[in-house]
């Protein structure tokens, strides 16, 4: 166990207890979560309202949203950023 917790702590040079995803290092936190970026882009280009429901989203909540592709792959939608839109939990 002691060798386990040694090798976590040697790669990220900092004690567990520490690591923390909504730390105020910026890079840790997009490491963590690699969409907050792609989420903020896109909610600002959709006027900050939920892609299905036209409801207001606070950037405050934008962990609370995901991303969901407007034309579903299985329906020819293309593999891509702009077929991709920020929607609330409940139009999940």
Same mark, same amino acid.
């Given at each position: ?30 490491? $963590?979560? &690699?969409? %907050? ?9 959709? !006027?900050?309202? @939920?892609?299905? #429901? ?15 592709? $407007?034309? &579903?792959? %299985? ?9 991709? !839109?920020?929607? @609330?939990?409940? #139009?999940?």
């Amino acid at each position: 166990m002691y060798k386990m917790f040694k090798n976590i702590h040697d790669t990220s040079r900092q004690p567990l207890y520490t690591f923390n995803a909504k730390d105020s290092n910026a890079d840790l936190y997009n490491t $963590l979560n &690699p969409n %907050q970026d792609i989420k903020s882009m896109l909610c600002q280009k959709q !006027g900050n309202r @939920c892609a299905k #429901c036209q409801n207001y989203i606070m950037m405050k909540d934008i962990d609370y949203y995901k991303l969901k592709y $407007l034309v &579903p792959l %299985q329906q020819g939608g293309q593999n891509d950023v702009n077929n991709l !839109g920020v929607v @609330c939990p409940n #139009c999940l």
